[in-house]
């Protein structure tokens, strides 16, 4: 199992430690460091940031939203910072949900999300392998479009620049089953949103027949402390407003993964207080028993004994979100 440090988004502002974080995880021999994007930075410009101040560890997005780009445009990026990073890039996508999709980017949600996904990640191959012109009559992405509201006068064309790898990897953050389905098919691997090592059950349908060589990267909030309810905070204020806040109370991808794993009566009652603007009680009532599954935190001792379970699964990567260098180095040893 890869080790791989997550990154996410900014908050306010862009955060000091991340170059520091990332250029130490390339020091202790983690394989690939990953950025987010949500409602404020952007996914590629800190990845490019990093890959100029790093020389080995592989660049990943996870996740950058479908919706903020043209599959095109997205394609663009990608073999863009592969050829300045000399191959490292992994094109991590996802879809996000209506209330981002149309609150933030002003456009409609799809009302097939499978064919939406299926058609961009074509596009992006087509691009990549640049075997001829990009060319697709889709649903949601034509090209050349011909809707009644164009002029009629697209042309077929194919990237200027040659994309250094055909194959670069494109991974999937999907979260229903029919989703995660379809990526085993149309991807090179899975960003899990939530991961439980004593509950991979509640994905086995959708992950039979693995084609050889896929990974399966979910993200941990990883943390080396004595006080294991002090370190699994951060875990429930992310669940808080994951559950509660990243979508409509009747359209909430993350609550109902939630409730697939054994906790649906947890996760309406956190939308119910989030929604009600009782944002603390929400995260308080996210339960202890669930962000301590799916996270590491506490003592190394208890840290070594619960990796081996992520380590004993299907996972092949481990993204790690960790807020100092010392959870980093404690990870790379237990590893090993």
């Excluded at 862009?14 to 404020?40: I, K, N």
């Excluded at 961009?120 to 075997?131: A, F, N, T």
């Excluded at 207080?273 to 599954?293: I, K, N, Y």
Aim: proline share 8%; with cysteine; aromatic share 8%.
């Amino acid at each position: 199992m890869r080790l791989g440090l997550a990154l996410g988004y900014w908050g306010r502002g862009p955060s000091p430690a991340h170059l520091g974080l990332a250029t130490e995880a390339e020091r202790l021999g983690y394989d690939s460091v990953w950025t987010a994007e949500a409602w404020g930075s952007d996914a590629f410009t800190p990845l490019t940031w990093i890959a100029a101040h790093t020389s080995r560890i592989r660049l990943g997005t996870a996740i950058a939203q479908m919706a903020a780009r043209t599959p095109t445009a997205t394609a663009m990026h990608a073999l863009t910072l592969d050829h300045l990073s000399g191959g490292r890039m992994m094109l991590g996508l996802g879809l996000s949900g209506p209330q981002v999709v149309e609150g933030w980017y002003g456009r409609p949600f799809p009302a097939s999300p499978l064919t939406a996904t299926r058609e961009y990640v074509d596009v992006i191959r087509q691009v990549l392998r640049r075997e001829g012109p990009v060319a697709l009559d889709g649903r949601f992405h034509r090209h050349p479009y011909h809707g009644e509201d164009g002029t009629g006068l697209g042309k077929p064309l194919k990237p200027i620049t040659h994309p250094l790898r055909p194959d670069l990897p494109v991974l999937l953050g999907a979260e229903g089953p029919k989703n995660i389905a379809q990526t085993t098919r149309i991807a090179d691997g899975w960003l899990p949103l939530y991961w439980s090592p004593t509950r991979t059950d509640a994905y086995r349908a959708s992950l039979d027949g693995l084609p050889e060589g896929f990974m399966i990267a979910p993200m941990t909030r990883a943390h080396v402390c004595e006080d294991v309810a002090e370190g699994l905070l951060p875990v429930k204020a992310m669940l808080g407003f994951y559950i509660g806040g990243m979508g409509h109370a009747a359209r909430n991808f993350h609550a109902d993964l939630m409730g697939r794993m054994g906790y649906a009566e947890e996760a309406r009652r956190i939308q119910e207080l989030f929604l009600a603007g009782r944002r603390q009680e929400a995260v308080l009532a996210v339960p202890d028993a669930f962000a301590d599954e799916i996270s590491l935190v506490g003592p190394r001792a208890r840290i070594a004994e619960r990796l081996e379970l992520w380590r004993t699964g299907p996972v092949t990567d481990l993204l790690v979100t960790a807020p100092d260098p010392h959870t980093l180095r404690v990870l790379a040893e237990l590893n090993t």
